[in-house]
T-cell receptor
């Protein structure tokens, strides 16, 4: 069974803390993505990576960074958490190239910044 | 530019058909997707359609694509309470990094 696993379902952090969200996939996918999901706004792409140590900014990268040291793991980092980063964070992975781009999603991490 | 729009809410009676609509702006999109998100879960792919197709049917699901109007719809026949979820429309282009652009999601509520 294919799997994308996010390390935490729920997190509560304080303003100013450095926060790490971890994501691991077992499908040997080249592409990995971090989205945030907010009511009425859908999913917005924060960053994506198409290879180890490679990263590209998405639509809303401000306040975030990412790390991909190994193919199976993609980390999202909030350098200094703020209350407007309270959200649901979804990680996804997909195979690169080809004609179909099905993305597989993790179960999400609901982050609350207080 | 890339933009995907959906209505935010739909309420239907159990046993009726549901139709969820989506419009997109990027005419170069090659694949269009419907994802389902159940409460407290991640997204799960329901179905997809290639841009050279008009229709795709998969059991209770029918996807219609009007490429001229850039309009996509998902019809769920005989809607059940288990179909209550948020449904996301998404578009992507062939090749490259296969980036998906999502709509805001339509919350489907099924009542008895």
């Amino acid at each position: 069974d294919v799997k994308v696993t996010q390390s935490s379902r729920y997190l509560v952090k304080r303003t100013g803390e450095k926060v790490f969200l971890e994501c691991v996939q077992d499908m040997d996918h080249e592409n990995m993505f971090w989205y945030r999901q907010d009511p009425g706004l859908g999913l917005r792409l924060i960053y994506f990576s198409y290879d180890v140590k490679m990263k590209e900014k998405g639509d809303i990268p401000e306040g975030y960074s990412v790390s991909r040291e190994k193919k199976e793991r993609f980390s999202l980092i909030l350098e200094s958490a703020s209350t407007n980063q309270t959200s649901m964070y979804l990680c996804a992975s997909s195979k690169q190239g080809g004609r179909n781009t099905e993305a597989f999603f993790g179960q999400g991490t609901r982050l609350t910044v207080v | 530019g890339e933009d995907v729009e959906q209505s935010l809410f739909l309420s239907v009676r159990e046993g009726d058909s549901s139709v969820i609509n989506c419009t997109y702006t990027d005419s170069s999109s090659t694949y269009l997707y419907w994802y389902k998100q159940e409460p407290g879960a991640g997204l799960q792919l329901l179905t997809y359609i290639f841009s050279n197709m008009d229709m795709k049917q998969d059991q209770r699901l029918t996807v219609l694509l009007n490429k001229k109007d850039k309009h996509l719809s998902l019809r769920i026949a005989d809607t059940q309470t288990g179909d209550s979820a948020i449904y996301f429309c998404a578009e992507s282009k062939y090749g490259g990094y296969n980036k998906l652009i999502f709509g805001a999601g339509t919350r489907l509520a099924v009542h008895p």
